[in-house]
């Protein structure tokens, strides 16, 4: 679902008021960042090449240019960019077309938060076919608004899509809570300004200032986001 999104205004950060919540979708709330790295193998093989497992970090949690740009020049795999797109959106819609399980936690907090009418956004370096198709699944009525990947001019880990899901929902970066779990979209999420909670899939990530790192979906509630505004003072 896509929305125009109107002029922040004037609203400040005053007060500590948790405002929005923004959450990534691959490896946040749908466990599909093994999915993707399964479809880049099973598409370079096709083209005669073999991916090395030490790329999965460089790929993960990036743009689609980014991540397919970066397999094509380092496999030197005759493709263009545009071809390869293709053949891994495919292949991804594919996989979760036979499955798509959620991350451990995610239907309890997306309930949660629509039980206290907090407003919610789902913001993904995925293209919108591929949000679309998944939240058929997970349920677009969490969702006030959504943020595909190629629907910014960029994507994370640059903070526009952030930026973009919060001044839609009429919120303060400042006072919104963004659950990540790539180092790259948690840069994104920095850079807007947000308060961010950092659950790990593929790559570790360390706390830092205005970082909360946690295991797992099922230690973040309500309260516990709530909580975080409330250290900011």
Request: proline fraction near 6%; charge should be negative; hydrophobic fraction near 45%.
């Given at each position: 679902?896509?929305?125009?999104?109107?002029?922040?205004?004037?609203?400040?950060?005053?007060g500590?008021?948790?405002?929005?919540?923004?959450?990534?979708?691959?490896?946040?709330?749908?466990?599909?960042?093994?999915?993707?790295w399964?479809?880049?193998?099973?598409?370079?093989?096709?083209?005669?090449?073999?991916?090395?497992?030490?790329?999965?970090h460089?790929?993960?949690?990036?743009?689609m240019?980014?991540?397919?740009?970066?397999?094509?020049?380092?496999?030197?795999?005759?493709?263009?960019?545009?071809?390869?797109?293709?053949?891994?959106?495919?292949?991804?819609?594919?996989?979760?077309?036979?499955?798509?399980?959620?991350?451990?936690?995610?239907?309890?907090?997306?309930?949660?938060?629509?039980?206290?009418?907090?407003?919610?956004?789902?913001?993904?370096?995925?293209?919108?076919?591929?949000?679309?198709?998944?939240?058929?699944?997970?349920?677009?009525?969490?969702?006030a608004?959504?943020?595909?990947?190629?629907?910014?001019?960029?994507?994370?880990?640059?903070?526009?899509?952030?930026?973009?899901?919060?001044?839609?929902?009429?919120?303060?970066?400042?006072?919104?809570?963004?659950?990540?779990?790539?180092?790259?979209?948690?840069?994104?999420?920095?850079?807007?300004?947000?308060?961010?909670?950092?659950?790990?899939?593929?790559?570790?990530?360390?706390?830092?200032?205005?970082?909360?790192?946690?295991?797992?979906?099922?230690?973040v509630?309500?309260?516990?986001?709530?909580?975080?505004?409330?250290?900011?003072?």
């Open positions: 679902m896509t929305s125009t999104v109107p002029a922040l205004g004037t609203r400040t950060a005053e500590s008021a948790l405002e929005a919540v923004l959450l990534d979708m691959d490896g946040t709330l749908v466990d599909t960042e093994g999915f993707w399964d479809v880049e193998v099973d598409v370079f093989k096709a083209l005669g090449h073999a991916l090395d497992e030490s790329w999965r460089v790929v993960v949690g990036g743009p240019t980014r991540s397919a740009g970066f397999l094509i020049e380092a496999t030197g795999a005759d493709i263009t960019l545009a071809e390869l797109t293709v053949l891994l959106n495919d292949g991804f819609e594919d996989r979760i077309g036979r499955s798509l399980p959620l991350m451990p936690g995610a239907a309890r907090l997306l309930a949660e938060l629509a039980a206290h009418e907090i407003p919610t956004a789902l913001v993904s370096a995925s293209h919108r076919r591929i949000i679309d198709r998944v939240l058929s699944s997970v349920g677009p009525q969490y969702f608004l959504t943020v595909a990947g190629d629907e910014v001019t960029r994507t994370k880990p640059y903070p526009d899509p952030y930026l973009l899901a919060a001044a839609g929902l009429g919120a303060h970066p400042a006072r919104c809570a963004v659950i990540e779990d790539t180092a790259t979209g948690v840069a994104a999420a920095e850079a807007a300004g947000c308060q961010v909670v950092a659950v790990p899939s593929v790559a570790p990530i360390a706390p830092a200032a205005r970082r909360t790192v946690v295991t797992s979906l099922e230690e509630d309500l309260p516990f986001l709530r909580g975080l505004m409330t250290e900011m003072r």
